[in-house]
């Protein structure tokens, strides 16, 4: 089965399968990360999710790391109607100023609600000792401190989560399990069956083990001469426990593929029949333009979800994605192809080694160019002396170095001060 898209990406932030499985089970979230505050919870009452409204006082973040994060109403017990707001982040890699962050969008949040705040993080990073939960300073007699609650992914022993019965507790395995298995196809083939074979074993519904699929399938995404043999795998256990779920909901995607196809090949068959003329027939052109609309319809759907795929793996990995790369995953049209820019798209370390490997052969003058982008992306508008140091540099090795540090740099003027003693053009800027 192929990744499921969690959703299109935003205009404002960039979904996250970390963000979709919160929505889902956010009461179990709760209890499993943060006991204390599930009890007090009036659940009773419901929740509302304000991911929108948050959007506007928080926008692409400019502090580094890529992050879901959601904003909840809630009720307290024994408060009435009084509600207040969880403000909860899944960061998944280290972010130098990630406190600072959380303690800007506390307090924008307060200031915008006049509501008790209260701000969660999961840090779902690889550095053990990365343990992030305060932020504050002090001087001149004035001081200002913010504390929160945090769990560390890394913390939770495997086979503690492999008893619970929370839906969190499965999700946790899978985000552990791709770390573990960065670099082991083989290894992740199998964590990932047993992952899937455990939603059957604890009698899960069909829909709950549907959507633990996609966030595990997303996550755990396996290499092309693998995939198929997955497939094949949870067809046949499906076939043998007499539950078929997860190949029901293929089936039920390339219905809806066809569908569409039939739909444009319609109105592409009428056209195609009124050119061809009526001595060849109305309906002998229509019932062509439904065969190929079909057809067409499938396969240009295919790839359009596998580019989409390609890109939010990207976004999921490394939050803001240059506008040439998706340009460029864009242009491609071989499933092949692409499907091996998906699995790349979560192995490398960086965009600009990812740029490599599509075998986009940059050249000067595109080097140039794609350096300007992704700091411009990053920081906004550049200095024209800046952009002008860059047209001068005739070394393709030196554009290539540039656009790794492009890519990672956490400032503008760290990134002119890093080179400006070695590159040619810097020194006066």
């Given at each position: 089965?192929?990744?499921?898209?969690?959703?299109?990406?935003?205009?404002?932030?960039?979904?996250s399968?970390?963000?979709?499985?919160?929505?889902?089970y956010f009461?179990?979230?709760?209890?499993?990360?943060?006991?204390?505050?599930?009890?007090?919870?009036?659940?009773?009452?419901?929740?509302?999710?304000?991911?929108?409204?948050?959007?506007?006082?928080a926008?692409?973040?400019?502090?580094?790391?890529?992050?879901?994060?959601?904003?909840?109403?809630?009720?307290?017990?024994?408060?009435?109607?009084?509600?207040?707001?969880?403000h909860?982040?899944?960061?998944?890699?280290?972010?130098r100023?990630?406190?600072?962050?959380m303690?800007?969008y506390?307090?924008?949040?307060?200031?915008?609600?006049?509501?008790?705040?209260?701000?969660?993080?999961?840090?779902?990073?690889?550095?053990p000792?990365?343990k992030?939960?305060?932020y504050?300073?002090?001087?001149?007699?004035?001081?200002?401190?913010?504390e929160?609650?945090?769990?560390?992914?890394?913390?939770?022993?495997?086979?503690?989560?492999?008893?619970?019965n929370?839906?969190?507790?499965?999700?946790?395995?899978?985000?552990?399990?791709?770390?573990l298995?960065?670099?082991?196809?083989?290894?992740?083939?199998?964590?990932?069956?047993?992952?899937?074979r455990?939603?059957?074993e604890?009698k899960?519904?069909?829909?709950?083990?549907?959507?633990?699929?996609?966030?595990?399938?997303?996550?755990?995404?396996?290499?092309?001469?693998?995939?198929?043999?997955?497939?094949?795998?949870?067809?046949?256990?499906?076939?043998?426990?007499?539950?078929?779920?997860?190949?029901?909901a293929?089936?039920?995607?390339?219905?809806?593929?066809?569908?569409?196809?039939?739909?444009?090949?319609?109105?592409?068959?009428?056209?195609?029949?009124i050119?061809?003329?009526?001595?060849?027939?109305?309906q002998?052109g229509?019932?062509?333009?439904?065969?190929?609309?079909?057809?067409?319809?499938?396969?240009?759907?295919?790839?359009?979800?596998?580019?989409?795929?390609?890109?939010?793996n990207?976004?999921?990995?490394?939050?803001?994605?240059?506008?040439?790369i998706?340009?460029?995953?864009?242009?491609?049209?071989?499933?092949?192809?692409?499907?091996?820019?998906?699995?790349?798209?979560?192995?490398?370390?960086?965009?600009?080694?990812?740029?490599?490997?599509?075998?986009?052969?940059?050249?000067?003058?595109?080097?140039?160019?794609?350096?300007?982008?992704?700091?411009?992306?990053?920081?906004?508008?550049?200095?024209?002396?800046l952009?002008?140091?860059?047209?001068?540099?005739?070394?393709?090795?030196?554009?290539?170095?540039?656009?790794?540090?492009a890519?990672?740099?956490?400032?503008?003027?760290?990134?002119?001060?890093?080179?400006?003693?070695?590159?040619?053009?810097?020194?006066n800027?």
């Open positions: 089965m192929k990744p499921n898209l969690i959703a299109k990406q935003q205009t404002d932030d960039y979904d399968p970390w963000k979709e499985a919160i929505e889902e009461e179990d979230c709760m209890a499993f990360f943060f006991p204390l505050a599930h009890a007090d919870i009036d659940w009773q009452k419901g929740y509302q999710f304000r991911d929108k409204e948050f959007q506007r006082i926008p692409k973040s400019k502090l580094g790391g890529r992050y879901a994060d959601k904003l909840i109403e809630v009720y307290r017990k024994n408060e009435g109607n009084t509600w207040i707001l969880i909860l982040e899944v960061q998944s890699q280290y972010a100023r990630f406190a600072e962050r303690y800007i506390h307090y924008r949040l307060f200031d915008r609600y006049n509501k008790r705040v209260v701000s969660f993080a999961i840090l779902g990073d690889t550095r000792k990365w992030p939960k305060q504050g300073y002090d001087l001149w007699g004035f001081k200002v401190k913010i929160f609650p945090i769990v560390k992914l890394l913390d939770y022993k495997l086979n503690e989560l492999e008893q619970s929370n839906p969190f507790a499965i999700i946790v395995l899978a985000h552990l399990h791709s770390q298995t960065k670099h082991n196809p083989d290894e992740r083939y199998n964590l990932k069956w047993n992952l899937i455990r939603l059957y604890r899960f519904s069909k829909q709950k083990i549907l959507s633990l699929f996609k966030f595990i399938d997303w996550l755990m995404a396996l290499p092309p001469e693998l995939e198929q043999s997955f497939e094949d795998n949870i067809a046949q256990y499906e076939e043998e426990q007499n539950m078929p779920y997860i190949t029901s293929e089936r039920i995607g390339i219905k809806k593929g066809m569908q569409q196809g039939i739909e444009q090949g319609m109105q592409q068959g009428m056209q195609q029949g050119q061809q003329g009526i001595q060849q027939g109305m002998k229509i019932q062509k333009g439904i065969q190929q609309g079909i057809e067409q319809g499938i396969q240009q759907g295919i790839l359009q979800e596998a580019r989409e795929v390609v890109v939010e990207l976004q999921y990995r490394f939050g803001e994605v240059p506008p040439f998706v340009k460029a995953v864009n242009k491609q049209n071989k499933l092949t192809k692409l499907k091996k820019l998906r699995q790349q798209a979560l192995i490398v370390d960086s965009t600009a080694q990812f740029i490599q490997l599509m075998e986009v052969e940059p050249g000067l003058q595109t080097a140039r160019k794609a350096v300007i982008q992704v700091l411009k992306v990053r920081f906004g508008e550049l200095p024209l002396t952009v002008d140091a860059f047209n001068q540099i005739e070394d393709l090795a030196k554009l290539e170095m540039l656009l790794e540090k890519v990672t740099i956490e400032s503008i003027e760290k990134f002119r001060k890093d080179f400006e003693a070695d590159l040619t053009g810097f020194k800027l």
